[in-house]
């Protein structure tokens, strides 16, 4: 897992999301992933059709032609054209998306001055933020505060592709050697000599009261 790709509340930057994988495999846990880098990766690899949780927005971006997203509160199910209906925006450009308007859950703020409207218009037009031109005159969009909105880009573009790369899924596992078969994904449970290792290394007092569910 890149240290790029590290999400969530904890400490941010690369330094952290490296240490946090050297501990991991000490412990001999091979990966971390989250439930959305799963998902997206065991139905692309499997070519079969899936059913995502809706936890937040990120697995808006592995849908496709046979692959849906249930929102299980909601009781929805989204497929391609209706992430296009909700966001504006195609799932391939959800990450961008995300990486201009923020995402408060998963830690990253977006940049300032743009919000779903202002990002659906762009991204509907040029697809990814590589795409965007730097001069507003080229976008040719009726957009309020247009030529602040590029200004900001461009002030930022590197900041913004950082934010990016904490909103595209984690497609550098190496599933295929782990899970040749759809039955292998199943869930048996937390392995709990070396989680609770884990856990007394990190200082996680609380988090191995939580365990639901330990693996025979």
């Known amino acids: 897992m890149p240290s790029g790709a590290c999400r969530g509340h904890g400490p941010p930057g690369p330094q952290y999301c490296d240490r946090s994988v050297q501990i991991l495999h ?3 846990f091979v990966a971390l992933l ?3 880098d799963v998902v997206d990766e065991g139905a692309r690899h499997h070519q079969a059709e899936a059913a995502g949780p809706k936890s937040h927005r990120f697995p808006d971006a592995v849908v496709g032609e046979r692959i849906v997203l249930r929102d299980r509160m909601r009781r929805i ?3 391609e054209a209706g992430v296009i209906e909700k966001f504006g925006v195609s799932p391939e450009s959800i990450p961008d998306y995300l990486a201009l308007v923020g995402d408060a859950s998963d830690g990253f703020p977006g940049l300032p001055g743009w919000g779903a409207k202002s990002a659906a218009a762009v991204l509907a037009k040029f697809g990814h933020l590589e795409d965007i031109p730097p001069s507003v005159l080229d976008w040719q969009l009726d957009i309020r ?10 002030q930022r573009r590197d900041e913004v592709h950082l934010y990016r790369t ?3 899924l984690n497609r550098d596992s190496s599933i295929e050697k782990e899970t040749p078969t759809l039955d292998d994904l199943e869930w048996h449970g937390v392995p709990r000599e070396r989680f609770l290792a884990l ?16 693996a025979a």
Request: aromatic share 8%; hydrophobic share 35%.
């Open 145 to 154: 505060n247009a030529s602040r909105l590029s200004a900001t880009l461009e």
């Open 26 to 28: 000490q412990h001999d």
């Open 199 to 214: 856990c007394e290394e990190l200082g996680f007092d609380t988090v191995r009261e939580r365990v639901h569910r330990w």
């Open 34 to 36: 989250v439930v959305d």
């Open 77 to 79: 199910t989204y497929d």
């Open 166 to 168: 904490l909103a595209r």
